[in-house]
Structure formats: structure tokens, C-alpha cells
T-cell receptor, first 114, second 109 residues
Framework: DAGITQSPRHKVTETGTPVTLRCHQT?????MYWYRQDPGHGLRLIHYSYGVKDTDKGEVSDGYSVSRSKTEDFLLTLESATSSQTSVYFC?????????????FGPGTRLLVL | DAKTTQPTSMDCAEGRAANLPCNHSTISGNEYVYWYRQIHSQGPQYIIH???NNETNEMASLIITEDRKSSTLILPHATLRDTAVYYCIVRDSNTPLVFGKGTRLSVIA
């Protein structure tokens, strides 16, 4: 399994509070991604990063920001959490040195916004 | 939007081959076919990918039609642990994965 960890694995928070989720990799892969998964919607891309300090928006980026100050860490921040952001969040990584970029996923973070 | 069409659900008897179809009629020449699966509550797991040739690894085989408009993922001897949602995804090497609804495979004892 790819060396990907996510923290925290579970979090309960209140509406309006800031929340930061962390994805940490030990593979030195260039690309990192944040997805959310909700019933009836499957996995949807929030943001991704193609290098340190280089990020781009995905399909559902509103209400989220990201930062990547070093290769191994990709942070997802909810500046002011809302109940609609209750979801399971998955981080993924991929290796740009290969001809075909296979994405590997972390174990997920379950976030409940009350 | 996902560029693939998959059946919503399938059943397979334990020990038999599971054949999961996928239609991708608008696939372009530089797009690969990827298969992932997601076992309940876990992160998606990479299974296999291919461009135009059939591929096999320790988990599964991927059969791609000659016109590349459809493919089939084959799990040769399905076990109860293969019960999962299986996603067929087409992409070129430059884009993040876009997931559709997938096929829910139930392996029955």
C-alpha cells in the first residue's frame, strides 16, 4: 500500500468553526488530491496539487482552501464549516515520473458538522 | 462528468468469475481505461489499467475491445472479500480521476 496517512480519521465539529484536514505521504509523489464522497454523488474532486505551492480547483472547490508547503503534506481547510460539508474526505497521490499516473488513496477522514 | 456507463449492480457466486462490463464509446486515442474498487468505508483501491491491449495482473484481467469503446474487468475466482463498488474510469495521463457511480458487485456464498 502507498504510504498515505490522513489525520484526523474522525472529527465532529460545529457549524462556523474552522477545520483543517491533513494528508501526509511518504512516497515523494508530486501530485496530491482531495476528494469528498457523499451518498448519491460518489467521489468528487475538491482541489489538487501538482507541486509545492502549486494547486488547482476541482469540481466542488467552493468553501474549501488548500495549501502545500512541502512535498509530503497537503492540507484541506474549511474556513467556516457548514452542515453541507459533512462528508468522507479522501486524499490521493500520484507519481508524475511514470508514463501513466495511477492514483493511490488514503484511508479517509469522516467529518461531521453539527 | 464520468465518460463511462456501468451497470448499477451485479451478483456473482463465490468461486466463479466475475465479469464487469463498462462502456466508454467516446474514449479518445490517448485515454486509458482504469479500474478501481472501493470496499465499504475504505479508500478506493487501484486494480488495473490499459490502453488498447488486454492486461492481467495478480488481481484481475482487463479485456478491451478492438474499437476501444468498451471493456470488461474479470475477477477470475471471486471471493466474498471482492464485494465492493467497482469503478471504470477513462482519462489521459494529465487529469485527475473522475468517478461515476460504479457497479456494486455482491459476491454470494
Amino acid at each position: 500500500d502507498a504510504g498515505i496517512t490522513q489525520s484526523p480519521r474522525h472529527k465532529v465539529t460545529e457549524t462556523g468553526t474552522p477545520v483543517t484536514l491533513r494528508c501526509h505521504q511518504t512516497e515523494n509523489h508530486r501530485y496530491m488530491y482531495w476528494y469528498r464522497q457523499d451518498p448519491g454523488h460518489g467521489l468528487r474532486l475538491i482541489h489538487y496539487s501538482y507541486g509545492v505551492k502549486d494547486t488547482d480547483k476541482g469540481e466542488v472547490s467552493d468553501g474549501y482552501s488548500v495549501s502545500r508547503s512541502k512535498t509530503e503534506d497537503f492540507l484541506l481547510t474549511l474556513e467556516s464549516a457548514t452542515s453541507s460539508q459533512t462528508s468522507v474526505y479522501f486524499c490521493a497521490i500520484s507519481d508524475s515520473d511514470r508514463a501513466v499516473w495511477t492514483q493511490y488513496f488514503g484511508p479517509g477522514t469522516r467529518l461531521l458538522v453539527l | 462528468d464520468a465518460k463511462t456507463t456501468q451497470p448499477t449492480s451485479m451478483d456473482c457466486a463465490e468461486g466463479r468469475a466475475a465479469n464487469l462490463p463498462c462502456n466508454h464509446s467516446t474514449i479518445s486515442g490517448n485515454e486509458y481505461v482504469y479500474w478501481y474498487r472501493q470496499i465499504h468505508s475504505q479508500g478506493p483501491q487501484y486494480i488495473i489499467h490499459g490502453l488498447k491491449n488486454n492486461e492481467t495482473n495478480e488481481m484481475a484481467s482487463l479485456i478491451i475491445t478492438e474499437d476501444r469503446k468498451s471493456s470488461t474487468l474479470i475477477l477470475p475466482h471471486a471471493t466474498l472479500r471482492d464485494t465492493a463498488v467497482y469503478y471504470c474510469i477513462v482519462r489521459d495521463s494529465n487529469t485527475p480521476l473522475v468517478f461515476g457511480k460504479g457497479t456494486r458487485l455482491s459476491v454470494i456464498a
